[in-house]
């Protein structure tokens, strides 16, 4: 029976896999152990489990070997190790000090930083042109030289900065490559408000393609436990701010992270629901400039690693794989939501092309063919530039971004796509 589940399995990785025993791993003798442990198969009246982090392991092998190619195992360890985390920083605290500790421990802020990277990058573009320019015109004067290298790079400081507009409000402190320190837990202020939420740094990034603008009705249709919702708190512009999610239980999750990071007087503004988000696009159509669709996946990392709550568990095989039907529809239901000429970002921290790109490729045609709305996926590529030196990239998507887990950045994956209702 096990021998006919290896080989359906898919042979080779499953049966490697199975050869090393972890905690929790099926008993003994499924690979190299003493005989007398060896799992005698027509004895044993049930098939022992294998845990769903290893089942989740050996669904990524399988799959992700394919699609990431050599890349694989080195994601494959990060994803096995300790991910990094992010101090996104509470606006809305007193705790003084905070960045003051923070850059002291050598951490900087990310957010912050990557226009900074993105003018010298700029800069750096300019110098260049205005070095092949000098080669080009080699009989011009040395004042002349100059001036026009000036005027090149003038030119390119006050160019428009890189899209998006980082939203200043947003902070969040990383620690550099490589270096694995971990931030101590939040502190709270006078009035209980804590200095900062702990994330994973990547997790920013659909916030910060979402370029959220002053006064804009922002949506985030699946937002417990809350980090999202909050990071949208921070830029401190959002004109209204509706926050769903189906689970009772992780809104409740997310009423604590607002009241613990969040005054009163803004946690009023907020309009938490419970709706099925699927319905959404009927209940309030063409209403929000920014949508937010941060759907649930197969949370890769906590797949490989958390044996509770686990999707990979077999009694949860059904619910897995219809979910890139559940994300096409709470996608659909974020598109109808918006208003014409608004946003959708649409994310999951999965590495699985199933759960991201065809996702979007589906809700592109079907908004076309079923809706006649025309949808344009937005080029995210700048963020590879703004941010290569806190995330590394996966560089062959087709459409929208993914960061890579790294072992000397240890943070997503996160997939984010963003598309503009025409
Ligand atoms: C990846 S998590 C969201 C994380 C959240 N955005 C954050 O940053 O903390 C996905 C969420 O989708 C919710 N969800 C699942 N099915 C849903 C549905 N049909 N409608 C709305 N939310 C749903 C889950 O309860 C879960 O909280």
């Known amino acids: 029976m096990m021998a006919a589940a290896l080989r359906a399995a898919g042979g080779r990785a499953a049966a490697a896999l199975l050869r090393r025993r972890g905690p929790g791993g099926p008993p003994a003798g499924l690979g190299a152990g003493p005989r007398r442990y060896r799992y005698k198969e027509k004895w044993a009246a049930t098939a022992p489990r294998i845990p769903p982090t290893r089942l989740a392991l050996h669904h990524f092998d399988v799959n992700y070997s394919l699609q ?191 009241h613990s990071y969040v005054p009163k007087v803004i946690r009023e503004t907020v309009s938490v629901t419970s709706y099925d988000g699927r319905d959404w696009g009927q209940l309030q159509g063409s209403t929000f400039h920014k949508v937010l669709v941060d759907v649930p996946c197969t949370t890769d990392r906590h797949s490989v690693m958390e044996e509770e709550n686990n999707i990979f568990h077999r009694r949860r095989t059904k619910e897995r794989q219809m979910l890139p039907m559940l994300q096409l529809q709470l996608l659909m239901a974020g598109i109808l939501a918006t208003k014409p000429g608004g946003e959708v970002v649409y994310s999951t921290c999965s590495l699985s092309p199933l759960q991201n790109e065809y996702v979007i490729e589906r809700a592109v045609e079907i908004a076309e063919t079923e809706f006649n709305i025309s949808i344009h996926v937005e080029d995210l590529s700048h963020f590879r530039t703004l941010f290569q030196d806190t995330f590394s990239f996966f560089v062959d998507c087709r459409l929208g971004e993914l960061v890579l887990p790294h072992l000397t950045a240890n943070f997503g994956p996160m997939y984010f796509c963003k598309l503009r209702r025409m």
């Not at 249709?221 to 959002?238: N, R």
């Open 68 to 258: 990431l190619k050599d890349l694989w195992p080195s994601v494959r360890a990060s994803l096995l190790c300790e991910q990094k985390y992010g101090a996104l920083l509470n606006n809305f605290s007193a705790v003084d000090h905070v960045t003051q500790e923070l850059e002291l421990l050598n951490a900087t802020d990310f957010v912050s930083q990557a226009p900074k990277k993105a003018l010298r990058w700029q800069r750096g573009a300019a110098a260049e042109e205005a070095g092949r320019g000098e080669s080009r015109s080699q009989e011009g004067s040395g004042e002349g030289r100059t001036a026009m290298q000036a005027e090149t790079m003038t030119r390119a400081e006050t160019s428009p900065p890189l899209r998006p507009s980082i939203s200043s409000n947003i902070k969040c402190y990383t620690f550099p490559r490589g270096d694995v320190t971990r931030f101590r837990p939040a502190r709270p202020d006078a009035l209980g408000l804590l200095d900062y939420y702990l994330m994973d740094a990547a997790s920013l990034l659909p916030v910060l393609a979402l370029n959220v603008q002053p006064d804009d009705f922002v949506l985030d249709l699946c937002a417990a436990p809350g980090g999202k919702t909050l990071a949208l708190l921070q830029t401190g512009i959002c004109g209204y701010l509706a926050a769903n999610d189906v689970s009772i239980s992780r809104t409740k999750r997310l009423y604590q992270i607002l």
